[in-house]
Protein backbone atom coordinates (compact mmCIF):
# COMPACT_ATOMS: atom_id res chain seq x y z
CA UNK A 1 0.00 0.00 0.00
CA UNK A 2 1.46 2.96 -0.72
CA UNK A 3 -0.18 5.43 1.69
CA UNK A 4 1.11 4.87 5.25
CA UNK A 5 -2.06 3.47 6.92
CA UNK A 6 -1.98 1.54 10.12
CA UNK A 7 -2.65 -2.10 10.81
CA UNK A 8 -4.53 -3.93 13.57
CA UNK A 9 -2.75 -5.45 16.33
CA UNK A 10 -1.52 -9.11 16.56
CA UNK A 11 -1.96 -11.49 19.61
CA UNK A 12 0.13 -14.92 20.48
CA UNK A 13 -0.87 -16.85 23.71
CA UNK A 14 1.60 -19.83 24.74
CA UNK A 15 0.37 -22.49 27.37
CA UNK A 16 3.41 -25.26 27.97
CA UNK A 17 1.70 -28.41 29.10
CA UNK A 18 4.74 -29.76 30.67
CA UNK A 19 7.02 -29.00 33.64
CA UNK A 20 10.43 -26.68 32.76
CA UNK A 21 12.25 -29.44 33.47
CA UNK A 22 10.81 -31.43 30.23
CA UNK A 23 11.61 -28.74 27.82
CA UNK A 24 14.96 -28.50 29.56
CA UNK A 25 16.11 -31.89 28.83
CA UNK A 26 14.49 -31.70 25.41
CA UNK A 27 15.21 -28.99 24.54
CA UNK A 28 18.10 -27.62 25.94
CA UNK A 29 16.66 -24.81 27.70
CA UNK A 30 14.28 -23.78 29.94
CA UNK A 31 13.51 -20.81 28.26
CA UNK A 32 11.87 -22.92 25.66
CA UNK A 33 8.31 -21.05 25.92
CA UNK A 34 9.97 -17.26 26.23
CA UNK A 35 11.87 -18.17 22.67
CA UNK A 36 8.60 -19.60 20.85
CA UNK A 37 6.98 -16.46 22.37
CA UNK A 38 10.21 -14.03 20.87
CA UNK A 39 9.22 -16.21 17.52
CA UNK A 40 5.36 -15.60 17.53
CA UNK A 41 6.12 -12.16 18.15
CA UNK A 42 8.85 -11.31 15.72
CA UNK A 43 7.38 -13.33 12.81
CA UNK A 44 4.34 -10.63 13.35
CA UNK A 45 6.16 -7.80 13.57
CA UNK A 46 4.29 -6.59 10.69
CA UNK A 47 0.92 -5.94 12.88
CA UNK A 48 2.17 -3.61 15.72
CA UNK A 49 5.16 -1.43 15.89
CA UNK A 50 3.93 1.40 18.15
CA UNK A 51 3.97 -1.01 20.84
CA UNK A 52 4.92 -4.43 22.31
CA UNK A 53 4.20 -5.99 25.53
CA UNK A 54 4.61 -9.35 27.39
CA UNK A 55 2.81 -10.76 30.30
CA UNK A 56 3.57 -14.28 32.18
CA UNK A 57 1.69 -16.55 34.87
CA UNK A 58 3.37 -18.92 36.95
CA UNK A 59 1.33 -22.19 38.11
CA UNK A 60 1.76 -23.19 41.91
CA UNK A 61 4.31 -20.95 43.16
CA UNK A 62 4.50 -20.21 46.83
CA UNK A 63 2.66 -17.42 48.69
CA UNK A 64 4.35 -14.37 48.95
CA UNK A 65 6.32 -15.41 45.65
CA UNK A 66 5.59 -12.88 42.18
CA UNK A 67 3.68 -15.42 40.21
CA UNK A 68 2.66 -12.40 37.69
CA UNK A 69 5.43 -10.60 34.79
CA UNK A 70 4.79 -8.28 32.70
CA UNK A 71 7.36 -5.83 30.60
CA UNK A 72 6.11 -3.79 27.84
CA UNK A 73 7.86 -0.80 25.41
CA UNK A 74 7.12 2.04 23.05
CA UNK A 75 10.85 2.14 22.21
CA UNK A 76 12.13 2.37 18.46
CA UNK A 77 12.28 -1.60 18.16
CA UNK A 78 9.79 -2.52 20.90
CA UNK A 79 9.90 -6.67 20.27
CA UNK A 80 13.67 -6.56 21.05
CA UNK A 81 13.98 -4.06 23.60
CA UNK A 82 10.82 -6.41 25.78
CA UNK A 83 12.99 -9.29 25.12
CA UNK A 84 15.98 -7.73 26.15
CA UNK A 85 14.52 -6.18 29.35
CA UNK A 86 13.17 -9.68 30.27
CA UNK A 87 16.42 -12.08 29.43
CA UNK A 88 18.56 -8.90 31.50
CA UNK A 89 17.54 -10.88 34.65
CA UNK A 90 19.16 -14.12 33.42
CA UNK A 91 22.29 -12.45 31.62
CA UNK A 92 23.35 -11.26 34.95
CA UNK A 93 22.42 -14.22 36.87
CA UNK A 94 24.76 -16.17 34.60
CA UNK A 95 27.05 -13.60 35.77
CA UNK A 96 27.10 -13.65 39.06
CA UNK A 97 25.62 -17.01 39.88
CA UNK A 98 25.36 -19.62 36.43
CA UNK A 99 24.88 -22.90 38.88
CA UNK A 100 21.20 -20.94 40.34
CA UNK A 101 20.30 -21.41 36.21
CA UNK A 102 20.47 -24.82 36.62
CA UNK A 103 17.77 -24.62 39.27
CA UNK A 104 14.94 -24.57 37.79
CA UNK A 105 13.21 -25.01 41.10
CA UNK A 106 14.70 -21.55 42.00
CA UNK A 107 14.26 -19.71 38.96
CA UNK A 108 10.95 -20.65 39.09
CA UNK A 109 10.42 -19.03 42.79
CA UNK A 110 12.65 -16.17 42.20
CA UNK A 111 12.85 -14.98 38.52
CA UNK A 112 10.32 -13.33 36.56
CA UNK A 113 9.22 -14.86 33.37
CA UNK A 114 9.65 -18.42 33.92
CA UNK A 115 6.22 -19.44 34.23
CA UNK A 116 3.77 -21.69 31.54
CA UNK A 117 1.97 -19.03 30.46
CA UNK A 118 2.64 -16.34 28.20
CA UNK A 119 0.55 -13.84 26.42
CA UNK A 120 2.05 -11.47 23.97
CA UNK A 121 0.44 -8.44 21.91
CA UNK A 122 2.04 -6.33 19.35
CA UNK A 123 0.24 -2.58 19.09
CA UNK A 124 -1.02 -0.47 16.06
CA UNK A 125 -2.28 2.63 17.89
CA UNK A 126 -5.57 3.71 15.96
CA UNK A 127 -6.57 6.20 18.21
CA UNK A 128 -4.80 8.83 20.70
CA UNK A 129 -1.58 9.55 22.07
CA UNK A 130 1.35 6.20 21.83
CA UNK A 131 2.14 6.01 25.71
CA UNK A 132 3.27 2.89 27.50
CA UNK A 133 0.03 3.01 29.39
CA UNK A 134 -1.90 2.36 26.41
CA UNK A 135 -0.10 -1.11 25.60
CA UNK A 136 -1.29 -4.49 25.96
CA UNK A 137 -1.55 -6.45 28.55
CA UNK A 138 -3.44 -4.89 30.56
CA UNK A 139 -3.35 -6.20 34.54
CA UNK A 140 -6.54 -6.61 37.11
CA UNK A 141 -5.12 -7.24 39.76
CA UNK A 142 -5.87 -8.63 43.26
CA UNK A 143 -4.27 -10.56 46.14
CA UNK A 144 -6.55 -13.61 45.26
CA UNK A 145 -5.00 -15.32 42.28
CA UNK A 146 -8.38 -15.97 41.03
CA UNK A 147 -9.01 -12.56 40.64
CA UNK A 148 -6.31 -11.72 38.54
CA UNK A 149 -6.57 -10.73 34.40
CA UNK A 150 -4.06 -10.54 32.14
CA UNK A 151 -5.56 -8.70 28.70
CA UNK A 152 -4.70 -8.75 25.99
CA UNK A 153 -6.22 -8.02 22.17
CA UNK A 154 -6.73 -7.31 18.52
CA UNK A 155 -10.27 -5.08 18.94
CA UNK A 156 -12.27 -2.17 18.51
CA UNK A 157 -15.61 -1.55 19.85
CA UNK A 158 -18.06 0.32 18.68
CA UNK A 159 -20.18 0.79 21.14
CA UNK A 160 -17.80 2.26 24.36
CA UNK A 161 -19.76 4.55 25.26
CA UNK A 162 -22.30 2.21 25.93
CA UNK A 163 -20.47 -0.46 27.68
CA UNK A 164 -19.08 2.11 29.33
CA UNK A 165 -22.46 3.43 31.10
CA UNK A 166 -23.13 -0.64 31.71
CA UNK A 167 -19.76 -0.13 34.17
CA UNK A 168 -21.19 3.06 35.71
CA UNK A 169 -24.44 1.00 35.91
CA UNK A 170 -22.68 -2.08 37.55
CA UNK A 171 -21.69 0.73 40.53
CA UNK A 172 -17.76 0.93 38.85
CA UNK A 173 -15.69 4.30 37.98
CA UNK A 174 -13.85 3.24 35.50
CA UNK A 175 -10.96 5.45 35.26
CA UNK A 176 -10.90 5.84 31.22
CA UNK A 177 -13.59 6.02 28.84
CA UNK A 178 -11.96 3.57 26.71
CA UNK A 179 -12.23 -0.04 24.57
CA UNK A 180 -9.85 -1.89 26.61
CA UNK A 181 -10.48 -0.21 30.37
CA UNK A 182 -14.28 -1.02 29.74
CA UNK A 183 -13.26 -4.97 28.37
CA UNK A 184 -11.28 -5.29 31.12
CA UNK A 185 -13.27 -4.15 33.98
CA UNK A 186 -16.40 -5.72 32.66
CA UNK A 187 -14.67 -9.04 32.52
CA UNK A 188 -13.09 -8.34 35.79
CA UNK A 189 -16.89 -7.53 36.93
CA UNK A 190 -17.86 -10.95 36.02
CA UNK A 191 -14.81 -12.91 37.28
CA UNK A 192 -15.39 -11.31 41.02
CA UNK A 193 -19.11 -12.18 40.71
CA UNK A 194 -17.97 -15.64 39.58
CA UNK A 195 -15.50 -16.31 42.78
CA UNK A 196 -18.23 -14.71 45.21
CA UNK A 197 -20.52 -17.29 44.38
CA UNK A 198 -18.65 -20.36 44.46
CA UNK A 199 -16.99 -18.97 47.25
CA UNK A 200 -20.72 -18.53 49.27
CA UNK A 201 -21.13 -21.85 47.94
CA UNK A 202 -18.82 -23.72 49.88
CA UNK A 203 -18.50 -20.78 52.76
CA UNK A 204 -19.92 -23.41 55.35
CA UNK A 205 -17.72 -26.55 54.00
CA UNK A 206 -14.23 -25.47 54.01
CA UNK A 207 -11.34 -23.53 55.30
CA UNK A 208 -10.95 -19.93 53.04
CA UNK A 209 -7.81 -21.46 52.28
CA UNK A 210 -9.34 -24.97 50.93
CA UNK A 211 -12.20 -22.53 49.00
CA UNK A 212 -9.22 -20.73 47.12
CA UNK A 213 -8.77 -24.46 45.44
CA UNK A 214 -12.38 -24.89 45.11
CA UNK A 215 -12.55 -21.59 43.40
CA UNK A 216 -9.49 -22.49 40.74
CA UNK A 217 -11.16 -25.83 40.04
CA UNK A 218 -14.85 -24.79 39.17
CA UNK A 219 -14.11 -21.37 37.10
CA UNK A 220 -16.59 -21.20 34.61
CA UNK A 221 -14.71 -19.38 31.90
CA UNK A 222 -17.35 -19.65 29.34
CA UNK A 223 -19.86 -18.77 31.18
CA UNK A 224 -17.99 -15.57 32.82
CA UNK A 225 -17.05 -14.38 29.11
CA UNK A 226 -20.48 -15.23 28.21
CA UNK A 227 -21.61 -12.46 30.17
CA UNK A 228 -19.37 -10.35 29.48
CA UNK A 229 -18.90 -9.97 25.84
CA UNK A 230 -23.37 -10.37 25.72
CA UNK A 231 -23.19 -6.56 24.63
CA UNK A 232 -19.82 -6.05 22.38
CA UNK A 233 -20.48 -4.67 19.01
CA UNK A 234 -17.02 -4.51 16.96
CA UNK A 235 -14.33 -7.19 15.89
CA UNK A 236 -12.28 -8.85 18.46
CA UNK A 237 -9.71 -11.53 19.50
CA UNK A 238 -9.67 -11.08 23.08
CA UNK A 239 -7.02 -13.21 24.81
CA UNK A 240 -6.56 -13.60 28.23
CA UNK A 241 -4.39 -15.40 31.62
CA UNK A 242 -5.86 -15.52 34.88
CA UNK A 243 -3.79 -15.93 37.91
CA UNK A 244 -4.27 -19.15 38.57
CA UNK A 245 -3.65 -20.36 35.31
CA UNK A 246 -6.33 -20.67 33.21
CA UNK A 247 -6.72 -18.95 29.61
CA UNK A 248 -8.93 -17.95 26.89
CA UNK A 249 -8.84 -16.50 23.35
CA UNK A 250 -12.21 -15.16 22.30
CA UNK A 251 -13.26 -14.39 18.55
CA UNK A 252 -16.33 -12.20 17.46
CA UNK A 253 -19.34 -13.69 16.54
CA UNK A 254 -18.50 -12.49 12.61
CA UNK A 255 -15.07 -13.81 12.86
CA UNK A 256 -14.39 -10.06 11.53
CA UNK A 257 -10.29 -10.53 13.24
CA UNK A 258 -8.55 -13.38 12.38
CA UNK A 259 -6.92 -15.91 15.06
CA UNK A 260 -5.64 -19.57 14.84
CA UNK A 261 -4.73 -22.36 17.18
CA UNK A 262 -2.40 -25.80 17.49
CA UNK A 263 -2.19 -28.37 20.33
CA UNK A 264 -0.12 -31.10 20.77
CA UNK A 265 0.78 -32.62 24.17
CA UNK A 266 3.44 -30.04 24.82
CA UNK A 267 2.21 -26.89 23.85
CA UNK A 268 -1.20 -25.02 23.29
CA UNK A 269 -0.45 -21.70 21.02
CA UNK A 270 -2.49 -19.04 19.65
CA UNK A 271 -1.79 -16.31 17.23
CA UNK A 272 -3.26 -13.47 14.18
CA UNK A 273 -1.44 -15.56 11.51
CA UNK A 274 -1.70 -19.10 10.60
CA UNK A 275 2.14 -19.40 9.03
CA UNK A 276 3.28 -17.79 12.12
CA UNK A 277 2.41 -21.06 14.18
CA UNK A 278 3.16 -23.12 11.07
CA UNK A 279 7.06 -21.79 11.24
CA UNK A 280 7.27 -21.18 14.64
CA UNK A 281 6.45 -24.99 15.53
CA UNK A 282 7.19 -26.87 12.05
CA UNK A 283 3.75 -28.17 11.58
CA UNK A 284 1.63 -28.75 8.81
CA UNK A 285 -1.05 -26.37 7.68
CA UNK A 286 -3.80 -28.85 8.44
CA UNK A 287 -3.03 -28.91 12.16
CA UNK A 288 -3.05 -25.36 12.59
CA UNK A 289 -7.28 -24.91 13.49
CA UNK A 290 -9.44 -21.34 13.30
CA UNK A 291 -10.79 -20.50 16.41
CA UNK A 292 -14.62 -20.23 15.28
CA UNK A 293 -16.85 -17.56 14.85
CA UNK A 294 -18.17 -16.59 18.57
CA UNK A 295 -16.24 -18.99 20.47
CA UNK A 296 -13.34 -18.93 23.13
CA UNK A 297 -10.28 -21.22 23.00
CA UNK A 298 -10.57 -22.09 26.71
CA UNK A 299 -7.51 -23.72 28.84
CA UNK A 300 -7.41 -24.79 32.08
CA UNK A 301 -4.77 -24.59 34.77
CA UNK A 302 -5.14 -28.87 34.24
CA UNK A 303 -3.65 -28.27 30.99
CA UNK A 304 -7.59 -29.28 29.45
CA UNK A 305 -8.36 -27.72 26.03
CA UNK A 306 -11.67 -26.98 24.69
CA UNK A 307 -13.37 -24.48 21.92
CA UNK A 308 -17.25 -23.46 23.63
CA UNK A 309 -19.40 -21.08 21.99
CA UNK A 310 -19.21 -18.05 24.01
CA UNK A 311 -21.88 -15.80 20.97
CA UNK A 312 -24.41 -17.11 18.91
CA UNK A 313 -22.18 -17.15 16.22
CA UNK A 314 -23.63 -14.53 12.71
CA UNK A 315 -22.62 -14.91 9.34
CA UNK A 316 -19.24 -15.20 8.60
CA UNK A 317 -17.62 -12.13 7.51
CA UNK A 318 -13.95 -12.13 8.38
CA UNK A 319 -12.16 -9.04 7.29
CA UNK A 320 -10.66 -9.29 3.05
CA UNK A 321 -8.46 -6.34 3.60
CA UNK A 322 -6.36 -9.13 5.77
CA UNK A 323 -5.82 -11.22 2.59
CA UNK A 324 -5.45 -8.17 0.18
CA UNK A 325 -3.05 -6.36 2.86
CA UNK A 326 -2.65 -6.64 6.28
CA UNK A 327 -1.39 -9.92 6.91
CA UNK A 328 2.04 -11.75 5.42
CA UNK A 329 2.24 -13.00 1.97
CA UNK A 330 3.43 -16.40 3.58
CA UNK A 331 0.12 -17.92 4.61
CA UNK A 332 -0.80 -20.41 1.83
CA UNK A 333 -4.71 -19.14 1.04
CA UNK A 334 -3.55 -15.33 1.19
CA UNK A 335 -0.83 -15.78 -1.45
CA UNK A 336 -3.61 -17.67 -3.40
CA UNK A 337 -5.41 -15.03 -2.57
CA UNK A 338 -3.35 -12.57 -4.02
CA UNK A 339 -2.85 -14.11 -7.16
CA UNK A 340 -6.42 -14.39 -7.76
CA UNK A 341 -6.98 -10.65 -7.16
CA UNK A 342 -3.86 -9.75 -10.06
CA UNK A 343 -5.45 -12.62 -12.65
CA UNK A 344 -9.10 -11.16 -12.26
CA UNK A 345 -7.86 -7.39 -12.60
CA UNK A 346 -5.95 -8.23 -15.87
CA UNK A 347 -9.11 -7.58 -18.26
CA UNK A 348 -9.52 -4.30 -17.28
CA UNK A 349 -5.88 -3.58 -17.89
CA UNK A 350 -5.84 -5.06 -21.14
CA UNK A 351 -8.84 -2.67 -22.25
CA UNK A 352 -7.21 0.28 -21.06
CA UNK A 353 -3.65 -0.73 -22.82
CA UNK A 354 -6.04 -1.03 -26.07
CA UNK A 355 -4.67 -4.81 -26.20
CA UNK A 356 -1.41 -3.53 -27.18
CA UNK A 357 0.92 -5.89 -24.95
CA UNK A 358 3.96 -5.41 -26.83
CA UNK A 359 3.96 -2.10 -25.81
CA UNK A 360 3.38 -2.09 -22.27
CA UNK A 361 5.74 -2.40 -19.21
CA UNK A 362 4.53 -3.82 -16.04
CA UNK A 363 5.38 -3.30 -12.67
CA UNK A 364 4.59 -3.03 -8.92
CA UNK A 365 4.20 -0.52 -6.06
CA UNK A 366 6.45 -1.82 -3.17
CA UNK A 367 5.98 -4.14 -1.60
CA UNK A 368 2.73 -5.66 -0.63
CA UNK A 369 1.57 -5.23 -4.50
CA UNK A 370 3.96 -8.36 -5.61
CA UNK A 371 1.93 -11.06 -5.06
CA UNK A 372 -0.91 -9.77 -6.58
CA UNK A 373 1.79 -8.22 -9.63
CA UNK A 374 2.54 -11.93 -10.16
CA UNK A 375 -1.26 -12.72 -10.07
CA UNK A 376 -1.37 -9.82 -12.99
CA UNK A 377 1.20 -11.31 -15.03
CA UNK A 378 -0.10 -14.84 -15.03
CA UNK A 379 -3.34 -13.05 -15.93
CA UNK A 380 -0.96 -11.88 -19.02
CA UNK A 381 0.25 -14.93 -20.02
CA UNK A 382 -2.38 -16.46 -20.04
CA UNK A 383 -3.86 -13.94 -22.96
CA UNK A 384 -0.84 -14.12 -24.72
CA UNK A 385 -0.91 -17.95 -24.54
CA UNK A 386 -4.24 -17.77 -26.60
CA UNK A 387 -2.64 -15.70 -29.25
CA UNK A 388 0.83 -17.41 -29.40
CA UNK A 389 -1.43 -20.65 -30.24
CA UNK A 390 -3.66 -19.53 -33.09
CA UNK A 391 -0.34 -18.14 -34.67
CA UNK A 392 1.13 -21.57 -34.55
CA UNK A 393 -1.38 -23.04 -35.99
CA UNK A 394 -1.75 -20.18 -38.39
CA UNK A 395 1.42 -21.39 -39.39
CA UNK A 396 0.05 -24.63 -41.49
CA UNK A 397 1.15 -28.07 -41.18
CA UNK A 398 5.29 -26.99 -41.46
CA UNK A 399 6.11 -24.02 -39.96
CA UNK A 400 9.45 -23.44 -39.50
CA UNK A 401 12.09 -22.93 -36.37
CA UNK A 402 12.73 -19.35 -36.67
CA UNK A 403 8.85 -19.37 -37.15
CA UNK A 404 7.81 -20.99 -33.97
CA UNK A 405 10.96 -19.29 -31.97
CA UNK A 406 9.66 -15.46 -32.98
CA UNK A 407 6.11 -16.18 -31.98
CA UNK A 408 7.00 -17.98 -28.53
CA UNK A 409 9.26 -14.82 -27.88
CA UNK A 410 6.06 -13.08 -27.16
CA UNK A 411 5.70 -12.28 -23.22
CA UNK A 412 4.87 -9.53 -21.12
CA UNK A 413 7.48 -6.98 -20.47
CA UNK A 414 8.06 -7.05 -17.00
CA UNK A 415 10.17 -4.82 -15.14
CA UNK A 416 11.23 -3.27 -11.42
CA UNK A 417 10.09 -0.02 -12.00
CA UNK A 418 9.65 1.47 -8.57
CA UNK A 419 11.77 1.34 -5.36
CA UNK A 420 10.80 2.37 -1.89
CA UNK A 421 13.54 4.64 -1.23
CA UNK A 422 13.41 6.80 1.99
CA UNK A 423 10.84 7.12 4.45
CA UNK A 424 9.12 10.87 5.71
CA UNK A 425 11.23 11.37 9.09
CA UNK A 426 8.74 13.37 11.18
CA UNK A 427 11.17 15.75 12.48
CA UNK A 428 10.40 18.02 9.77
CA UNK A 429 7.49 20.20 10.18
CA UNK A 430 7.37 22.79 7.58
CA UNK A 431 4.75 21.22 5.35
CA UNK A 432 6.41 22.67 2.38
CA UNK A 433 9.37 20.34 3.55
CA UNK A 434 7.48 17.53 4.42
CA UNK A 435 5.57 17.63 0.34
CA UNK A 436 9.41 17.60 -0.98
CA UNK A 437 10.54 14.68 1.21
CA UNK A 438 7.35 12.77 0.11
CA UNK A 439 8.12 13.31 -3.82
CA UNK A 440 11.62 11.07 -3.17
CA UNK A 441 9.51 8.03 -0.95
CA UNK A 442 9.85 6.46 -4.18
CA UNK A 443 12.92 6.09 -7.17
CA UNK A 444 12.79 4.59 -10.13
CA UNK A 445 14.49 2.61 -12.32
CA UNK A 446 15.76 4.55 -15.76
CA UNK A 447 15.98 3.45 -19.31
CA UNK A 448 12.94 1.09 -18.83
CA UNK A 449 10.13 2.29 -20.40
CA UNK A 450 9.66 3.65 -24.03
CA UNK A 451 7.98 6.91 -24.55
CA UNK A 452 5.38 4.56 -27.32
CA UNK A 453 5.23 2.21 -23.91
CA UNK A 454 1.91 2.44 -21.35
CA UNK A 455 3.02 1.51 -17.83
CA UNK A 456 1.13 -0.78 -15.57
CA UNK A 457 1.35 -0.76 -12.16
CA UNK A 458 -0.41 -2.61 -9.22
CA UNK A 459 -1.32 -1.57 -5.70
CA UNK A 460 -2.73 -3.77 -3.03
CA UNK A 461 -5.15 -0.93 -2.51
CA UNK A 462 -5.38 2.85 -2.75
CA UNK A 463 -7.23 4.75 0.02
CA UNK A 464 -5.99 8.40 0.25
CA UNK A 465 -4.12 8.93 -3.04
CA UNK A 466 -2.20 11.08 -1.56
CA UNK A 467 1.66 9.22 -2.17
CA UNK A 468 0.51 8.46 -5.69
CA UNK A 469 -0.39 11.95 -6.41
CA UNK A 470 2.65 13.45 -4.36
CA UNK A 471 5.39 11.15 -5.19
CA UNK A 472 4.47 7.88 -7.46
CA UNK A 473 2.88 9.46 -10.46
CA UNK A 474 5.37 12.90 -10.70
CA UNK A 475 8.30 10.10 -9.85
CA UNK A 476 6.92 7.47 -13.13
CA UNK A 477 6.16 10.27 -15.35
CA UNK A 478 9.96 10.96 -15.19
CA UNK A 479 9.86 7.88 -17.69
CA UNK A 480 8.48 9.73 -20.23
CA UNK A 481 5.65 6.60 -20.88
CA UNK A 482 2.55 7.89 -22.88
CA UNK A 483 0.25 6.68 -20.20
CA UNK A 484 0.29 5.46 -16.51
CA UNK A 485 -2.13 2.88 -15.60
CA UNK A 486 -2.73 2.17 -11.60
CA UNK A 487 -4.66 -0.82 -10.57
CA UNK A 488 -6.03 -1.50 -7.19
CA UNK A 489 -5.91 -5.39 -6.47
CA UNK A 490 -8.99 -4.15 -3.85
CA UNK A 491 -11.90 -2.15 -5.05
CA UNK A 492 -12.50 1.20 -3.97
CA UNK A 493 -12.64 2.23 -0.32
CA UNK A 494 -15.43 4.09 0.27
CA UNK A 495 -16.01 3.80 3.85
CA UNK A 496 -14.43 3.97 7.48
CA UNK A 497 -13.36 0.69 9.47
CA UNK A 498 -14.24 0.51 12.84
CA UNK A 499 -13.15 -2.74 13.93
CA UNK A 500 -9.25 -2.51 14.42
CA UNK A 501 -7.72 -0.23 11.32
CA UNK A 502 -7.01 3.56 11.34
CA UNK A 503 -9.40 4.22 8.87
CA UNK A 504 -12.48 5.83 10.51
CA UNK A 505 -12.70 9.90 8.53
CA UNK A 506 -15.13 10.14 5.28
CA UNK A 507 -12.65 12.63 4.50
CA UNK A 508 -9.41 10.32 4.14
CA UNK A 509 -10.42 8.43 1.34
CA UNK A 510 -9.86 9.22 -2.57
CA UNK A 511 -12.94 7.81 -3.35
CA UNK A 512 -15.02 9.49 -0.82
CA UNK A 513 -13.63 12.81 -2.09
CA UNK A 514 -14.47 11.97 -6.29
CA UNK A 515 -17.88 10.89 -5.28
CA UNK A 516 -18.51 14.88 -3.58
CA UNK A 517 -16.65 16.44 -6.41
CA UNK A 518 -18.48 14.38 -8.84
CA UNK A 519 -21.81 15.76 -6.95
CA UNK A 520 -20.05 19.05 -7.71
CA UNK A 521 -19.98 19.03 -11.16
CA UNK A 522 -23.42 16.88 -11.66
CA UNK A 523 -25.12 20.06 -9.52
CA UNK A 524 -26.48 16.96 -7.03
CA UNK A 525 -24.73 18.94 -3.70
CA UNK A 526 -28.24 18.91 -2.33
CA UNK A 527 -27.58 14.96 -1.85
CA UNK A 528 -25.02 15.93 0.52
CA UNK A 529 -27.01 18.12 2.34
CA UNK A 530 -30.06 15.52 2.55
CA UNK A 531 -27.70 12.72 3.38
CA UNK A 532 -26.35 14.49 6.14
CA UNK A 533 -30.04 15.25 7.82
CA UNK A 534 -30.97 11.82 6.95
CA UNK A 535 -28.22 10.63 9.54
CA UNK A 536 -28.70 14.13 11.82
CA UNK A 537 -32.26 12.75 12.40
CA UNK A 538 -31.64 8.84 13.37
CA UNK A 539 -28.49 9.92 15.11
CA UNK A 540 -30.50 8.92 19.07
CA UNK A 541 -32.06 6.13 17.67
CA UNK A 542 -30.64 2.68 18.83
CA UNK A 543 -27.72 1.40 16.34
CA UNK A 544 -29.89 -1.05 15.73
CA UNK A 545 -31.87 0.61 13.63
CA UNK A 546 -29.98 2.70 11.86
CA UNK A 547 -29.53 2.77 7.89
CA UNK A 548 -26.42 3.65 6.42
CA UNK A 549 -27.51 6.28 4.40
CA UNK A 550 -23.71 7.49 3.12
CA UNK A 551 -23.90 4.79 0.43
CA UNK A 552 -26.56 7.55 -1.40
CA UNK A 553 -23.52 9.53 -1.89
CA UNK A 554 -22.38 6.71 -4.24
CA UNK A 555 -25.76 5.64 -6.00
CA UNK A 556 -25.82 8.56 -8.66
CA UNK A 557 -22.07 7.82 -10.31
CA UNK A 558 -21.10 4.13 -11.78
CA UNK A 559 -17.77 2.80 -10.62
CA UNK A 560 -15.89 3.17 -13.74
CA UNK A 561 -17.28 7.33 -13.63
CA UNK A 562 -15.79 7.72 -9.79
CA UNK A 563 -12.42 5.89 -11.03
CA UNK A 564 -12.04 8.19 -13.76
CA UNK A 565 -12.73 11.19 -11.26
CA UNK A 566 -10.01 9.86 -8.94
CA UNK A 567 -7.78 9.61 -12.14
CA UNK A 568 -8.29 13.20 -12.31
CA UNK A 569 -7.63 13.89 -8.74
CA UNK A 570 -4.68 12.41 -8.11
CA UNK A 571 -2.42 13.41 -11.63
CA UNK A 572 -0.54 16.20 -10.69
CA UNK A 573 -0.50 19.30 -12.31
CA UNK A 574 2.31 19.18 -14.91
CA UNK A 575 1.88 15.47 -15.52
CA UNK A 576 2.88 14.80 -19.06
CA UNK A 577 1.44 11.11 -19.41
CA UNK A 578 -2.44 10.18 -19.46
CA UNK A 579 -3.31 8.62 -16.07
CA UNK A 580 -6.06 6.44 -15.46
CA UNK A 581 -6.85 4.56 -12.29
CA UNK A 582 -8.29 0.89 -12.13
CA UNK A 583 -10.15 -0.98 -9.45
CA UNK A 584 -11.11 -4.45 -8.63
CA UNK A 585 -14.89 -5.35 -8.43
CA UNK A 586 -16.58 -6.36 -5.76
CA UNK A 587 -17.23 -9.64 -7.42
CA UNK A 588 -14.17 -10.75 -8.48
CA UNK A 589 -12.88 -9.36 -4.79
CA UNK A 590 -15.38 -12.38 -3.71
CA UNK A 591 -14.35 -14.43 -6.14
CA UNK A 592 -10.60 -13.97 -5.13
CA UNK A 593 -11.07 -14.60 -1.08
CA UNK A 594 -14.29 -16.75 -1.05
CA UNK A 595 -13.86 -17.46 2.81
CA UNK A 596 -13.44 -13.64 3.74
CA UNK A 597 -16.39 -11.47 2.74
CA UNK A 598 -15.92 -8.48 4.80
CA UNK A 599 -15.88 -6.23 2.50
CA UNK A 600 -17.62 -2.78 4.38
CA UNK A 601 -14.54 -0.65 3.30
CA UNK A 602 -15.87 -1.12 -0.06
CA UNK A 603 -19.67 -1.67 0.11
CA UNK A 604 -20.34 -0.14 3.57
CA UNK A 605 -21.91 -3.44 4.07
CA UNK A 606 -21.02 -3.11 7.91
CA UNK A 607 -21.87 -7.34 9.67
CA UNK A 608 -22.51 -4.90 12.90
CA UNK A 609 -24.73 -2.08 14.15
CA UNK A 610 -22.00 -0.78 15.68
CA UNK A 611 -20.41 -0.30 12.19
CA UNK A 612 -23.68 1.54 10.44
CA UNK A 613 -23.85 4.09 13.34
CA UNK A 614 -19.80 4.86 13.19
CA UNK A 615 -20.09 5.69 9.04
CA UNK A 616 -23.20 8.05 9.80
CA UNK A 617 -21.36 9.94 12.62
CA UNK A 618 -18.27 9.90 10.76
CA UNK A 619 -19.84 11.45 7.74
CA UNK A 620 -21.69 14.22 10.11
CA UNK A 621 -18.29 14.95 11.17
CA UNK A 622 -17.10 15.57 7.83
CA UNK A 623 -20.22 18.08 7.28
CA UNK A 624 -19.45 19.49 10.09
CA UNK A 625 -15.66 20.23 9.37
CA UNK A 626 -14.71 17.76 12.78
CA UNK A 627 -11.93 16.14 12.60
CA UNK A 628 -12.41 13.26 14.80
CA UNK A 629 -12.83 9.57 14.68
CA UNK A 630 -16.47 8.42 14.79
CA UNK A 631 -16.17 5.60 17.28
Request: charge should be neutral.
Amino acid sequence: MSDSIKHECGVAMLRLLKPLKYYQEKYGTFQYGLNKMYLLMEKQHNRGQDGVGLANVKLDVPAGKKYISRKRSIETNPIQDVFKQVNRRFVELEASNPEKLKNLEWLKENLPFTGELFLGHLRYGTFGENTIEQCHPFLRQSNWKTRNLALAGNFNMTNVDELFLQLVDLGQHPKQKADTVTILEKIGHFLDQANDEIYYKYKKKFSKKEITSKIEDELDIQDILTQSAKYWDGGYVMCGLFGHGDAFALRDPNAIRPAYYYKDDEIVVVASERPVIQTSFNVNIEDVKEIKAGHALIIKKDGTVEEKQVREPLERKACSFERIYFSRGNDQGIYNERLELGKRVFPKVLESIDYDVKNTVFSYIPNTAEVSYFGLLKGCNTYLNEIKTKKIQALGENPCHNEIAKIMEISPRAEKIAIKDAKLRTFIASDDSRDTLVAHVYDITYGTVKPTDNLVMIDDSIVRGTTLKQSIIRILDRLNPKKIIIVSSAPQIRYPDCYGIDMAKMGDFIAFNAAVELLKDTKQEHILAEVYNKCKVQANLPKEDMVNYVQDIYKPFTVEEISLKISELVTPKGTKAEVEIIYQSISDLHASCPDHLGDWYFTGNYPTPGGTKVVNKAFMNYMEGKNKRAY
